[in-house]
């Protein structure tokens, strides 16, 4: 009996070695506030890594796809349960990350008899004002934290994350057009995937070559439309200079 503590304490270890094997070489997903809105960035081979949530949330996310859908399907629950219960002014990002999407993941990651949820993930709530946005990672084991330098990406490497979100939050000026945003994000993108360097990085001038002809997915939480539903799909090659 007194071994089963540790038993449980060596089985977790296990069990988040397991989930970050399997999170190597995914490719990461990043949301950046501006003046326009939020804006979500995946690049991948046709599995949709940026999704909507709600009329002011949206959800980008690397893992297993099963898994990502999981907790898109919980997210828009969620929201949609807090909606109607309530108003839609009333569904919040800590409500729903606090209250449902980090205790499920938790519940998941701790349950060791049953498959883990392979996803890491991010949120993001739309404001009134950049200053008024809100970003979150959520992380496998149901941990998360509140991002406010405006600058969030989800990855398998923590260490590697923070480097990113540095010299993006460097590299991105309010200006900026929504594709020359988009162009800092993916020389990001590019370097955490070839393992560069972020002292000395300079930004490309060309987004498809970055990607190798991957596909690059954008969404925008536009915070300039006037109806209650803000998410929009944009297309890299449509997307003035």
């Known amino acids: 009996m007194t071994e089963e503590p540790y ?34 960035v995946g690049v991948g081979q046709g599995q949709s890594k940026v999704f909507e949530i709600y009329d002011r949330h949206a959800f980008a996310a690397l893992g297993h796809p099963v898994d990502i859908e999981k907790v898109r399907q919980s997210a828009i629950e969620a929201a949609h349960v807090e909606g109607f219960s309530r108003s839609s002014r009333d569904v919040t990002l800590r409500r729903l990350v606090g209250f449902s999407l980090s205790p499920t993941l938790k519940n998941s990651f701790e349950q060791i008899f049953s498959p883990p949820l392979i996803v890491e993930s991010l949120f993001a709530e739309l404001g009134e004002t950049p200053a008024q946005d809100a970003l979150v990672r959520l992380h496998f084991d149901g941990n998360h934290h509140y991002e406010v330098s405006g600058a969030l990406m989800a990855h398998s490497d923590r260490k590697v994350e923070a480097e990113a979100q540095a010299w993006l939050k460097q590299n991105l000026r309010p200006e900026h057009s929504v594709r020359q945003a988009v162009l800092v994000v993916l020389t990001a993108w590019r370097a955490v995937t070839q393992h560069l360097p972020f002292t000395g990085l300079v930004v490309e001038p060309e987004g498809p070559a970055l990607v190798e002809g991957r596909l690059v997915e954008l969404a925008l ?12 799909k944009l297309d890299f090659s449509n997307l003035p200079g």
């Open 221 to 232: 939480l536009d915070r300039r439309v006037a109806g209650p539903v803000h998410y929009r």
């Open 7 to 40: 038993r449980w304490l060596e089985a977790i270890q296990n069990r988040r070695e397991y989930i970050q094997d399997h999170l190597k070489g995914a490719t990461p997903v990043f949301a950046v506030s501006r003046p326009e809105g939020i804006l979500l």
